[in-house]
């Protein structure tokens, strides 16, 4: 069963590559969507993909690189709306 999630990352998330890094984590597990630089700094993703997919997404960018440091991450269901093909930065 397919799922859209709406994540918020905070923390040293921005400056350091962590979109890249978000959506090399995408292309590994076959995730769809986008990640993209809030005002507030932090950082947001619209995720697709399967449960046990999305599940491992997740935990990548919870730990996420050598230089990022995530100190919130929040994920929730949301309803889908739309066509879903590829990941991009925004």
Same mark, same amino acid.
């Given at each position: 069963?397919? %799922? ?9 998330? !921005?400056?350091? *590559? ?5 959506? &090399?984590?995408? !292309? &590994? ?6 990640? !993209?630089?809030? %005002?507030? *700094? ?9 449960? *046990?997919? /999305?599940?491992?997404? %997740?935990?990548? /960018? +919870? ?5 990022? +440091? ?8 949301? %309803? ?11």
């Amino acid at each position: 069963m397919k %799922e859209t999630r709406l994540i918020h990352i905070s923390g040293t998330v !921005q400056g350091v *590559g962590f979109r890249a890094f978000t959506a &090399r984590c995408a !292309q &590994r597990h076959g995730v769809f969507g986008y990640v !993209q630089n809030m %005002e507030t *700094g932090k950082v947001e993703v619209i995720a697709y993909g399967g449960k *046990g997919a /999305l599940d491992r997404f %997740e935990e990548n /960018l +919870q730990h996420g690189h050598s230089v990022a +440091q995530v100190t919130t991450f929040t994920s929730k269901l949301i %309803e889908h709306s739309g066509t879903v093909s590829g990941f991009r930065i925004v």
